[in-house]
């Protein structure tokens, strides 16, 4: 995908502030950093509301008829043009992408660099909640951009599928999918809040590129899109994250292997 379909700069972020098909959301996990301060007219994305309550494991994707909904209901329809950000936390906004995109929206950007690009760039931030009113979204789902537990286990015995831990090699060598190989999404971005640039991402994943079809996983399947999205960035497209990642995984006592100092992974999702 190219490089402008997927982020947006805060400069030409400014530049459409107040546009009326404009939809912003701030995608930070915890909306007490939304009521702190986040881009004038944004709308809080809460991840929990995307999340389906009858799974056993934290932020699994809602069914496909309740996600179309859910994405109607926060105010956006098939030609709304939305952007989402984080505070201090591009994985956030990545999630909500990754789930925006699967769901068939075809304009839909991450803001590099979340608020502290916006407020470096000039622009202000206000307190007040927003809301956008109701829309109707038409999804056109995405099939592969997803993967359940029983595709992992098959590509664990396909040589041409890399399944990939994206948490920090710590936690890597603390419990992983036994199979697995860790590729850190912290080595894909510059502190927490930018996508490198497209040419060091070839580099850093040059390596797995060499695969037919690549599998992230993380904790809960956040940080996981990270890695994802740097695929699509420099042309991999045939790359899914695991959803239910280490939570399910270990939950539902399939094959790991670590020095059992898992203890670690379980902060970052």
Not at 4 to 10: H, L, W
Not at 65 to 83: C, M, P, Q
Not at 154 to 178: R, W
Request: with cysteine; net charge negative.
């Amino acid at each position: 995908m190219n490089r402008n379909e997927v982020i947006i700069e805060a400069d030409e972020l400014l530049t459409k502030l107040g546009s009326e098909n404009i939809r912003i959301y701030d995608a930070s996990i915890v909306d007490d950093m939304y009521q702190q301060g986040h881009i004038p007219g944004a709308a809080f994305f809460d991840h929990e509301k995307f999340s389906d309550p009858n799974k056993a494991y934290e932020y699994m994707l809602l069914p496909d008829d309740k996600l179309a909904a859910r994405i109607g209901e926060i105010g956006i329809s098939n030609d709304t043009e939305v952007v989402v950000y984080a505070c201090g936390m591009l994985p956030y906004a990545a999630r909500a992408w990754w789930v925006l995109r699967y769901a068939g929206h075809k304009n839909v950007r991450i803001l590099n660099g979340g608020l502290s690009a916006w407020k470096d760039a000039g622009g202000t931030v206000e307190q007040a909640a927003r809301q956008y009113e109701a829309a109707v979204f038409h999804p056109q789902f995405r099939a592969g951009m997803f993967a359940d537990k029983e595709e992992v286990m098959e590509a664990l015995k396909d040589s041409e599928i890399s399944v990939v831990d994206v948490l920090p090699l710590e936690s890597y060598e603390g419990a992983h999918i036994t199979g697995s190989t860790c590729l850190s999404s912290m080595d894909l971005m510059r502190g927490l809040d930018y996508f490198l640039p497209n040419d060091i991402l070839a580099l850093r994943l040059q390596e797995k590129a060499a695969y037919k079809r690549i599998i992230t996983y993380c904790g809960g399947g956040i940080a996981a899109t990270v890695n994802a999205i740097a695929h699509l960035l420099i042309g991999q497209e045939n790359v899914a994250v695991y959803d239910g990642s280490l939570f399910e995984w270990m939950g539902e006592g399939l094959p790991v292997t670590g020095n059992g100092k898992w203890e670690i992974w379980k902060q970052p999702a």
